[in-house]
């Protein structure tokens, strides 16, 4: 691993972000490490520092990640992003890598694989665990995917956070606020998802994504 990098953590819960700091700390001797609570605060210390690394909260309060991912790539280049997550990889790993992500990795696992996983997209390679790499070579083979809650490919990569908001509580004005959309934006998403996974109202929908949601984190 190397000696010195200059490092990036966007992540909304102050513990979190301390945490990954001592983790951290124990393995890059001379690191400049910056915090973000969400995409305000990150876009400002993009504009004014230069980084090495950013590793991303999939879930913040204010904003979406794949958004900024694509927001990254656009303005800052080759950035090596690095995705934490709560979700299940088997919904948002390959989404993640779609938009620009060089890894993601599950935060049940980071305290033994986080440092490899840096390592790996430092170094200009993606970042997955073993069971992802065998999922993506079996769709590349043209091979049907098995895993249970499926149904969430059908579902475009803004309808999946929608559905994955209002699986949390989340109002539609909430949502709206969150992902600096419209309300009514937000009721057309919902009325995809309902239309896709053949859900009859929004109360069927509310119960189909908290299920989901609590089954996943």
């Known amino acids: 691993m190397q000696t010195s990098a200059r490092i990036l953590v966007i992540d909304d819960h102050p513990i979190v972000r301390f945490g990954l700091q001592e983790l951290l700390s124990q393995e890059i001797r001379m690191a400049s490490y910056h915090e973000a609570s969400g995409v305000d605060d990150a876009r400002q210390l993009l504009e004014t520092q230069q980084f090495d690394l950013i590793i991303l909260d999939l879930s913040l309060k204010k904003g979406s ?65 073993e069971r992802m790499k065998k999922k993506l070579l079996k769709s590349f083979s043209g091979q049907p995917a098995r895993e249970k809650g499926n149904f969430i490919a059908q579902l475009t990569d803004r309808e999946l956070e929608v559905y994955q908001l209002i699986g949390q509580g989340l109002t539609t004005r909430e949502i709206a606020e969150k992902l600096f959309l419209s309300i009514k934006t937000i009721e057309t998403y919902k009325d995809n998802i309902k239309k896709k996974l053949k859900l009859s109202n929004s109360n069927e929908l509310f119960k189909h994504a908290a299920h989901w949601h609590f089954k996943n984190i």
């Open 65 to 129: 990640a794949l958004d900024f991912i694509k927001f990254i790539r656009k303005h800052y280049g080759n950035i090596p992003v690095l995705v934490l997550s709560m979700y299940n990889e088997i919904y948002y790993a390959e989404r993640a890598l779609r938009v620009g992500a060089n890894g993601y990795i599950m935060k049940e696992v980071i305290t033994t694989h986080l440092m490899d996983a840096i390592h790996t997209v430092m170094s200009g390679e993606i970042y997955l665990s």
